[in-house]
């Protein structure tokens, strides 16, 4: 078993991040160093890595706490070599934030089967396969916990996602058979669904005029920071949430299950 204490509830456990070289991921990662874990992130390109590392402050090799394996979450022979040098390096996971994911924001006619077959490698297919190829280094720690990366649009429809969104359900949906079906190893499994959260995802999909009336949308009147899901991700893959499997937090500021102050629900334009 691990160590944990209530300065580190992290410390000296083992926890896979993909996508890790920025936003989400990234800030997960840098949180659960600063409460003393092992970390590895992943990503598609050596320069963002190595961007990763010197952001996390601190080298990425023999000894260090933080390594960089460089794997395309899409693809499984990248995932089967993900977890041999995660064998090799550790012998163990004790949690993965199946983070990685890619945003393609198009109405359904304009969707093409390339994009089609690209978000649902990444965001379903990568997923599920992360989780899978993990399993054995999950047990070999005697259970530990999952967190999928899903998202506040599979709880409402957007005209502009529609295979983005359904490969966020789908991912929420593995939570909870995952989660049923992994609780007698000791697994948890649980998603998380960030609403409006400045990435380099949301800036590229929201032009800087319209921040404005996204804002306006959120009860908590702001947009999210990437270390407002990070914080909700470190707690779901601590022993503090021990006893949380097969679950979905919205991380959303409100935006999901409330009107904003002030907000007329009967005002036709509003609605």
């Not at 394996?69 to 990248?78: E, H, K, T």
């Not at 990568?126 to 599979?154: E, H, K, Y």
């Not at 470190?234 to 499997?245: G, H, K």
Request: aromatic share 4%.
């Amino acid at each position: 078993m691990t160590n944990t204490d209530s300065t580190g509830t992290h410390r000296d456990r083992v926890v896979l991040i993909t996508g890790g070289t920025s936003g989400m991921g990234l800030a997960t990662a840098r949180l659960l160093l600063d409460g003393g874990a092992h970390v590895i992130i992943t990503g598609r390109d050596d320069a963002r890595l190595d961007r990763a590392a010197e952001q996390l402050d601190g080298p990425s090799g023999p000894g260090a706490r933080l390594l960089t394996v460089r794997a395309d979450a899409g693809s499984p022979a990248d995932l089967d070599r993900l977890a041999a040098v995660i064998r090799e390096r550790h012998g163990r996971l004790d949690g993965v934030f199946a983070n990685a994911g890619i945003g393609i924001f198009q109405r359904g006619e304009e969707v093409t089967e390339r994009d089609f077959d690209q978000l649902v490698a990444v965001n379903f297919k990568g997923v599920f396969f992360t989780i899978t190829r993990a399993l054995p280094l999950l047990d070999a720690a005697g259970g530990g916990s999952v967190v999928i990366n899903a998202s506040w649009t599979l709880h409402r429809g957007m005209a502009i996602s529609p295979v983005y969104s359904a490969t966020k359900a789908a991912v929420h949906n593995l939570a909870r058979t995952l989660g049923s079906d992994l609780a007698p190893r000791g697994i948890r499994v649980n998603s998380v669904s960030p609403g409006f959260i400045v990435t380099e995802m949301f800036e590229g999909a929201v032009p800087e005029e319209a921040r404005g009336a996204v804002v306006a949308q959120v009860p908590m009147g702001r947009l999210g920071r990437a270390e407002d899901v990070a914080e909700t991700v470190a707690f779901l893959l601590s022993p503090r949430s021990s006893y949380i499997t097969a679950q979905d937090i919205a991380v959303d500021g409100g935006l999901v299950n409330a009107l904003p102050a002030g907000v007329d629900p009967t005002d036709a334009a509003a609605a």
